[in-house]
């Protein structure tokens, strides 16, 4: 698994954010300071390795989930989207960047159904993460924020996010 | 032509919609599937010229899809459009009779590029 830990994991996010969201997303040197009360989006997706299980979860803020559905889906401004639209497009979001991050593994084999639940305060998402992360980094895009951490997994999702 | 999208996300349906649109397919009649067994239903009742599917999806995968359309002799047009585009991947999705793989993230361009020689 060590080998994992020298791969460039940040280009993924900042072409999915570029091609994807029309965002230029600038990998942060240290994390900003959010609202730990705020409601929040994470999204996991598992890559199974040939000798174990990864998985790149993705976090923001709802508000920051909102901004990115719009640009996904090209909603207007004063256009209010469904909550299941917001989670459906954060998901693809998700993703599309595990799936260019697992393109980067020479021995993934596979690539789970992405996953996406709501919590009701960013503080929470700190505390529960699902394995031993090796890469965490920060993106922001005007005053939107996301998350991008790369865990190696402890046998939890792998339950979850069975591959298909 | 008939255009089928087959994607498990409706954000990935609408994108990819709107991308053909971009791409200047936008005069096509385009319909939709929420996975690949949705897919084949509708394959089997509409008919469609050319199947634009995504790879990892519940029920029904993609490759799974297309493997079950070829062993019936069903020679549809089929195109994959997903987030993992490994050399591995595309080996067998040509081995299983795919005309193309677009990646996602995509571009209009990359959709002409890849599906212009199998529009006429």
Known sequence: MGKQMDLDFRSPAEEACSVLLGWDARELERAPRLDGDSPSLRGEVGIALSGGEMCV????????????????LGAGDDETLPQEDVRDAFGELVNIIGGNIKGLMKEAVQLSIPSVHEVRSWRQLDVDLPGEPISQMWFAHEDHHLRVTVLVMTGQLSKKGEPT | MKILIVDDSRAM???????????????????????????????????????????????????????????????????????ESTDEMRAKADEAGALFLIAKPFTPDSFKGALAPHMS
């Not at chain 1, 979860?57 to 996904?72: E, F, G, N, P, Q």
């Not at chain 2, 010229?49 to 993609?62: F, R, S």
């Open chain 2, 13 to 83: 349906r609408m994108i990819v919609r709107r991308t053909l649109r971009q791409a200047g397919y936008g005069q096509h009649d385009i319909e939709e599937a929420a996975n690949g067994r949705e897919g084949y239903d509708q394959i089997q009742a509409q008919h469609p010229d050319l199947v634009l599917c995504d790879w990892n999806m519940p029920e029904m995968t993609g490759i799974e899809l297309l493997q079950k359309l070829k062993s019936e002799g069903n020679g549809v047009k089929f195109g994959f459009v997903t987030s």
């Open chain 1, 57 to 72: 979860a993705i976090d923001c803020l709802h508000r920051d989930a909102v901004a990115i559905a719009s640009a996904l």
